[in-house]
C-alpha cells in the first residue's frame, strides 16, 4: 500500500511538471482538437475493448485530425483519407518512425525487426533485404508450386467433408493453410508440434498480437515501466522465450543442412548476408524471419476469412463471381495463379472486403520523428500516429452507403488497394507501406478464387445469410468473433477432369 502511494505521488508530480512543460511550449502551438483528458491517465478510460469503434466515435466529434493523450504521451488518430494522405504521403518522412513498445521489444529482440524498427539505417539495410531478396516477383514465384500443393490439400480436406456432407471451420482450416504456406516459404518446412510449445504456433502468435495490440500502461506513463501493471511484459517473455527456443533450433538445422538442392527459404537467404555488408547477425535474422512469418500468416489469413464471410452472406455477389470464374476457367479445372490476372471482379470483391475489414486497423502505430506542422496544427515530436483505417473505409462522405457490401462500386473506378488511393489503404502507404503486398494479394485472390470455384457452400442449421455472425475482435490484426463455419459441396465436373478423385 505504502509503495502503491509512492508510486502514485511519483507519477503525479512528474505529470505535473511534463503538463507545465507542454503547457509553456504549446502556448503558440495548436494541437488537433480532441477531448479533454483526466490527470496522468489522459483519455485512457476512453478506450474499451473495441478502441477501433471508440476513435471512430470520438472523431466524428472532434475531427479526422484529433489529438488525445493517452496516459502522458500524445497520440494523434487520423480518420480521413485527406488526413491520411498528409501523414502518409505529404509528410511521410517525418512518420516513417515506429514508437518503442515495452512489451513487443521482447518478440523484436529490441526493435531490430522490420515492422517494429525505428527509422534509420538498419531498417533502410532490413526494408531493402526484404523487398530485393525475400519479397520480389522472382522470389515470389519460386514459391508457386509449393502455394498450389498446398491449396490442393486444402481443396482435398474441404472435398472429404463435402462427401461427408459435414461443415467446415473455415477460418481455422485457412489459418493452417496459411500458416503451412508461410513456414514453407520461410523456414523450408511445416510446422512440426514438437518444435513448438503445447499451444502450438498460430495461438501463441495470436496471443503476441494481441499483446502488441493492447495501450499498455508502460508505453503511456513510462514511470510504471517495470511495475507490469496489466502483465502484458510477463506474458510477452514467455512467447518471446518460446519463439527464440524455436527459431534458434530451426536456424541450426539450416546451418547443419547439406542438401545444396533444395529452394532456398528465407533463412537460407539471410543466412546468406551473414557477414556482408549489412551485417547481418544471428539476431538480426531471427528477428526478421519472425516478422515475415508472423506477417504474412495472420493478415492473409483474416483477409480471405473476412471475405469469405461476406460471400456468404451475399449470395447474389459469390453468384456473380462464380459466373466470372466459370467463365474464365470453364469447371473442368481448379484455378491457377496465371488465372488470377483476368479476374476482374474478384478483386472488386477482395477491394470491398479490404475496405469493411482491414487486417490491421490502425495500421502499425507510426511515430513522428520530429515536430511538425499538418493542416495549421502542431504535431509533437514522438507523437504516436494512428491512422484508422477501419473509420475511412467506413466513412459515409466518402463512400455511398459505405457500410453495405456491394463490389459494383469499384466498377469503372481506378481505386486500388496499393497506397495510391487513401480512401482505400488496408496495405498502408509510403515508405512503411507492406512490403508483402504482391504476395498477400496473390495468396488471398488464389484461395477465395479455388473456394468459389469448387464448392456451394451453405451455413450450417438452416442459418438465413444475414444471421451471420460478422463481430470483430480487436487486436493487432482485426479477426472475426466467432469461427466461420459452412457445408461444402463439390461443383466441378469431376468425371471429366479426374482431379482429386
Ligand atoms: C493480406 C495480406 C496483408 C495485409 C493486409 C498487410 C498489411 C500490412 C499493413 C497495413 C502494414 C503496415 C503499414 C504501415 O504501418 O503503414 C504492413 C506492414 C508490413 N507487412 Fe504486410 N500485409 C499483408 C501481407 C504481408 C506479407 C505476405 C508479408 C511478408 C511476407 C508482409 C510483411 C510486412 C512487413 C515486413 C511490414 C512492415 C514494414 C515496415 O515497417 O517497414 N505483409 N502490412
Not at 460 to 476: A, I, K, R, V
Request: charged share 25%.
Amino acid at each position: 500500500m505504502e509503495w502503491t502511494n509512492t508510486i502514485l505521488a511519483i507519477a503525479a508530480l512528474v505529470f505535473f511538471i511534463q503538463a507545465l512543460t507542454w503547457k509553456t511550449r504549446a502556448k503558440n502551438k495548436r494541437l488537433p482538437p480532441g477531448p479533454r483528458g483526466l490527470p496522468i491517465l489522459g483519455n485512457l478510460l476512453m478506450l474499451g475493448t473495441k478502441p477501433h469503434q471508440d476513435l471512430q466515435r470520438l472523431a466524428r466529434k472532434y475531427g479526422p485530425i484529433m489529438h488525445l493523450r493517452l496516459g502522458l504521451k500524445p497520440v494523434i488518430v487520423v480518420s480521413s483519407p485527406e488526413a491520411a494522405e498528409l501523414f502518409l504521403k505529404t509528410h511521410d518522412l517525418v512518420f516513417a518512425s515506429r514508437p518503442p513498445q515495452e512489451a513487443s521489444n521482447y518478440v523484436s529482440y529490441n526493435q531490430q525487426n522490420l515492422v517494429f524498427a525505428p527509422y534509420g539505417s538498419y531498417w533502410r539495410n532490413m526494408r531493402k533485404i526484404c523487398t530485393l531478396e525475400l519479397l520480389s516477383n522472382h522470389k515470389i514465384s519460386t514459391f508457386r508450386s509449393m502455394r498450389k500443393q498446398e491449396l490442393d490439400l486444402l481443396v482435398g480436406r474441404i472435398r472429404e467433408a463435402a462427401a461427408a456432407a459435414v461443415a467446415v471451420d473455415l477460418s481455422s482450416e485457412v489459418t493452417s493453410f496459411s500458416t503451412d504456406v508461410a513456414c514453407r516459404m520461410v523456414i523450408g518446412k511445416k510446422f512440426n508440434r514438437d518444435d513448438f510449445n503445447e499451444k502450438g504456433i498460430e495461438a501463441t502468435i495470436r496471443e503476441g498480437m494481441k499483446i502488441v495490440a493492447s495501450f499498455n500502461l508502460a508505453d503511456y506513463i513510462p514511470q510504471t515501466r517495470g511495475l507490469d501493471l496489466q502483465g502484458l511484459t510477463k506474458r510477452m517473455k514467455v512467447l518471446a522465450g518460446d519463439f527464440d527456443d524455436f527459431l534458434e533450433k530451426i536456424i541450426e538445422e539450416h546451418v547443419q543442412s547439406k542438401d545444396e538442392n533444395r529452394v532456398k527459404d528465407f533463412i537460407d537467404v539471410m543466412l546468406g548476408f551473414m557477414g556482408s555488408e549489412y551485417r547481418v547477425e544471428r539476431e538480426n535474422i531471427k528477428a526478421i524471419v519472425l516478422d515475415v512469418l508472423v506477417a504474412s500468416m495472420d493478415t492473409a489469413a483474416a483477409t480471405i476469412d473476412w471475405t469469405l464471410a461476406e460471400l456468404l452472406r451475399h449470395p447474389q455477389v459469390t453468384k456473380k463471381l462464380r459466373k466470372e470464374l466459370e467463365d474464365v476457367v470453364g469447371t473442368k479445372r481448379m484455378v491457377e495463379e496465371s488465372d488470377l490476372e483476368k479476374l476482374e471482379y474478384l478483386d472488386m470483391v477482395i477491394k470491398e472486403s479490404s475496405r469493411l475489414h482491414p487486417a490491421t486497423i490502425f495500421l502499425i502505430r507510426h511515430a513522428a520523428r520530429e515536430d511538425c506542422t499538418v493542416n495549421g496544427f502542431h504535431i509533437p515530436k514522438d507523437a504516436r500516429i494512428l491512422v484508422n483505417v477501419g473509420a475511412i473505409g467506413r466513412d459515409e462522405r466518402v463512400w455511398t452507403d459505405a457500410e453495405k457490401f456491394y463490389p459494383e462500386r469499384f466498377v469503372g473506378s481506378d481505386i486500388d488497394v496499393r497506397g495510391q488511393n487513401f480512401e482505400l489503404i488496408p496495405f498502408g502507404s509510403g515508405r512503411r507501406g507492406c512490403p508483402g503486398i504482391q504476395l498477400g494479394l496473390t495468396v488471398v485472390r488464389l484461395v477465395v478464387a479455388q473456394l468459389v470455384h469448387c464448392f456451394d457452400w451453405e451455413l450450417p442449421g438452416n442459418m438465413l445469410p444475414t444471421e451471420l455472425d460478422m463481430s470483430d475482435d480487436f487486436g493487432f490484426i482485426c479477426h472475426r468473433t466467432k469461427p466461420l463455419l459452412a457445408t461444402p459441396t463439390w461443383r466441378l465436373n469431376t468425371l471429366e477432369t479426374g482431379i482429386l478423385n
